[in-house]
């Protein structure tokens, strides 16, 4: 496939990988719009960006306004609380914003490339089956719930000329985020559930260079984005701890997990169309 040189591209929601993918992409030369709903965002965002853009999803003309003359559109929402974030903020966050950009598209020729960034934890309770992007979406968890709905919105408005990729990341880890200090927080702790849970994660490196190599070959459809490692929490959090001379965490099995996913998930597909993880094995 011949890449356009440059392109338009625009990033709704600029956060930890929103911002990453706005950095690189702009260093290639591609013209970036960052978006953000707080202005005191916008200085550090025009760092890695053209344009930026206060708004939120469920402004209809502000999304609209957006995608304008774009030839790539990234969504890489999450929702922003101070108090816990509940299935109705999660609602609140990803479905206007999914239905808005829907609506946009209708009336938009411009884009060819649309990429939404899901979760894996969407696969739900499997029993600990292999699952790849052929499975079902889990419908019990509320919160599975609304990432499948904003999944199944987005994948409406694919078209010949506009491809709808979905890719559902692990865990996202990375400078700032390290596993190994966020987990070490749990030392010590009790935690519900029997940690054998298998953990599933993608440093930001990879969340990053596949956003770029789906945007570079039009990917259309489902891909799972998480790493090769396959430790159980208990593994993982056993590693961190001991590396660092910490208490251990203790699982209650009598609890329910603390994780609703408990599958193991292929990343197979995202392989075979030609993507090869930076860092496959690495938790740091
Ligand atoms: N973090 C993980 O471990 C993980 C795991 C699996 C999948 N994912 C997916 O990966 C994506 C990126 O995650 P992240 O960790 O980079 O998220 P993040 O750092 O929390 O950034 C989220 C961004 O969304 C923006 N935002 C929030 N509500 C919005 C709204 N209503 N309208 C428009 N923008 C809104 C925020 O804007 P402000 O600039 O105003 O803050 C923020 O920049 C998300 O789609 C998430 O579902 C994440």
Redesign the pocket.
């Known amino acids: 496939m011949v890449e356009k040189v440059c392109e338009n591209v625009a990033i709704?929601?600029?956060?930890?990988?929103?911002?990453a993918v706005a950095c690189h992409l702009q260093k290639q030369g591609h013209f970036v719009t960052a978006?953000?709903?707080?202005k005191e965002?916008v200085t550090e965002?025009e760092e890695v960006a053209a344009q930026v853009v206060i708004?939120?999803?469920?402004d209809a003309k502000a999304v609209k306004s957006v995608v304008q003359n774009q030839d790539t559109c990234l969504?890489?929402?999450?929702?922003?609380s101070t108090r816990q974030v509940d299935a109705e903020v999660y609602r609140?966050?990803y479905i206007?914003?999914a239905e808005n950009l829907v609506a946009a598209l209708k009336e938009n020729s411009s884009v060819k490339q649309l990429i939404?960034?899901?979760?894996?934890?969407v696969y739900g309770n499997k029993n600990g089956e292999w699952v790849d992007e052929t499975f079902g979406v889990d419908t019990d968890n509320e919160y599975n719930q609304v990432?499948g709905e904003a999944e199944q919105i987005l994948l409406s408005s694919v078209r010949e000329d506009l491809s709808v990729c979905i890719l559902?990341?692990?865990?996202?880890?990375g400078p700032g985020?390290e596993l190994m200090k966020r987990l070490s927080r749990l030392a010590g702790k009790r935690l519900p559930g029997s940690g054998e849970n298998v953990g599933f994660w993608?440093h930001l490196d990879d969340?990053v260079r596949a956003v770029d190599f789906a945007r570079q070959h039009r990917f259309n459809g489902i891909y799972n984005l998480v790493n090769d490692l396959r430790w159980t929490y208990r593994e993982l959090c056993d590693y961190v701890c001991d590396k660092q001379g910490l208490e251990r965490i203790v699982w209650d099995a009598s609890q329910p997990s603390f994780r609703p996913l408990n599958a193991q998930i292929s990343n197979r597909k995202i392989k075979a169309a030609g993507y090869t993880l930076i860092h496959p094995q690495t938790i740091v």
């Open positions: 709704i929601g600029c956060g930890y990988v929103g911002r978006t953000t709903t707080r965002r965002l708004m939120t999803g469920n969504v890489s929402l999450a929702p922003i609140e966050t206007p914003t939404y960034l899901s979760s894996c934890s990432l559902r990341l692990g865990g996202i880890y985020r993608i969340s």
